[in-house]
């Protein structure tokens, strides 16, 4: 199996990835904020006493924090702006551009997933690659899932 696939960063598609790659870390930040809200409410509930230091603090990690969080990502990925291009082989995946070749091979990722318009390969390092799939058919993309699976790795399709 040889796929060969050459893109411009889609900042569509790099905020879908973005939010799914973030979605615990956001998800963390909302729960905790809106928990340090209702300790506020319940406290002036039964004190009586305002407390604007946690009403400020639950409100900064509710509203603010998962926005800057997914707005600074998104942004960094979309930095280079190189048009890139995916190898995919039976020996792993690789990703070049103008600056740089990096070449992984199966045994460094961990998971795919696909979304929209893309593939997103979990590296055992904790980072993600996305490879956008605009020109590959649905068959491609599922022989490229069929050996991620024969390699070990999880699929969520």
């Not at 905020?15 to 998800?27: D, E, F, G, M, N």
């Amino acid at each position: 199996m040889q796929i060969q696939i050459t893109a411009a960063p889609d900042p569509a598609l790099i905020a879908v990835a973005t939010r799914r790659r973030l979605r615990t870390p956001v998800l963390v930040a909302r729960c905790a904020g809106w928990a340090l809200l209702l300790v506020t409410a319940l406290i002036q509930l039964a004190t009586g006493e305002g407390r604007p230091g946690l009403l400020i603090s639950g409100a900064l990690l509710a509203l603010v924090v998962p926005l800057v969080l997914l707005n600074r990502t998104a942004r960094r990925s979309m930095r280079g702006g190189r048009v890139t291009t995916y190898e995919i082989s039976d020996g792993g995946v690789a990703r070049s551009d103008d600056v740089g070749r990096h070449a992984y091979a199966w045994r460094a990722f961990r998971s795919v997933e696909a979304l929209s318009g893309q593939l997103m390969f979990g590296m055992r390092s904790g980072r993600w690659m996305r490879v956008p799939t605009t020109g590959l058919t649905a068959a491609e993309v599922e022989q490229v899932l069929g050996a991620a699976f024969t390699q070990g790795l999880r699929v969520r399709r």
